[in-house]
């Protein structure tokens, strides 16, 4: 019998991460490693009761993006800032809905969290405590896949998985940070804009946190935005405490004043300490 008493689901968000041939397990820290070091460190012993998962998703376009950037090497070179243009803008720009079903990478992204969540559900069982951490577009990513799983129940449908932990019903906790969220908003109109409802509707009375939801965001991050303003919803989901945006000062002395705070988040003690204090706090309950 595992001795897993809730689950970590990280997302990266634009970019490259490593190697698209090398894979490793889901369980096996890449990305995140530096915060799931950090965050052990706080929580201690009991950190041997939480099941870290990665949702790694960045092989999907990985290939492309550097092949297309071989091929326009020859008449354009090759630069650092090109590089950053094509496999971090064009992340933002092709994970998108589309109404002609043409949406093949939405689509995968979101099988590699489905596969994450299977995982999980197996390892701990179906109603696993589950806390999200998810970075830049990666928060954008999981409102958008927990949004999909919950738009059934909205028009009064079933479930779409069979288990309340593979249906997002059993997520305690989901912090962003460096998150970009209200970029993707301008699209439609304010009184259509719905944020997610609490998906923590499986879970015992204890386990449903009146703040759900924390954002943190860097003022020189500008990929980084605080969410409570985005919408009239979001305003409601901040004045019901639901949400709560935290302004923290992201990175070292030589990134924490300028836009590459947006990749300071992981190792920054703002970012880390209350991660692990939701953790002990999910595991006291549990």
Not at 88 to 96: F, G, I, K, Q
Not at 176 to 185: D, E, R, V
Request: glycine share 6%.
């Amino acid at each position: 019998m595992s001795n897993f008493k809730m689950a970590v689901v990280a997302i990266h968000g634009m970019g490259s991460q490593h190697n698209p041939q090398n894979q490793p397990p889901s369980s096996t820290p890449t990305f995140s490693k530096d915060l799931r070091k950090k965050v052990a460190r706080e929580v201690g012993s009991d950190m041997d009761k939480v099941n870290w998962q990665e949702v790694v998703w960045a092989q999907i376009l990985q290939g492309r993006q550097k092949g297309y950037l071989r091929k326009i090497n020859r008449s354009l070179g090759y630069d650092k800032l090109r590089e950053f243009v094509v496999c971090n803008l064009s992340d933002a720009a092709s994970y998108r809905p589309t109404p002609d079903g043409g949406d093949k990478i939405y689509a995968a992204i979101h099988e590699k969290i489905e596969l994450v969540m299977r995982v999980i559900r197996h390892q701990i069982g179906d109603h696993a405590p589950i806390l999200i951490v998810a970075h830049s577009l990666g928060g954008h990513i999981m409102s958008n896949y927990i949004y999909d799983k919950q738009r059934h129940l909205r028009h009064g449908g079933p479930p779409t998985e069979p288990t309340p932990v593979e249906n997002m019903q059993t997520v305690a906790g989901i912090v962003t940070f460096g998150c970009n969220i209200p970029i993707f908003l301008f699209a439609y109109p304010e009184n259509e804009i719905y944020p997610i409802m609490a998906p923590n509707r499986d879970l015992p009375p204890a386990l449903r946190f009146r703040t759900w939801w924390y954002n943190y965001y860097d003022r020189h991050d500008v990929l980084g935005f605080p969410l409570g303003k985005s919408a009239p919803s979001y305003e409601q989901l901040a004045r019901d405490r639901a949400l709560r945006d935290k302004p923290i000062n992201a990175g070292k002395v030589f990134t924490s004043w300028n836009p590459f705070s947006h990749n300071g988040y992981w190792k920054d003690r703002d970012l880390y300490e209350p991660v692990a204090d939701r953790i002990k706090d999910i595991l006291a309950r549990v």
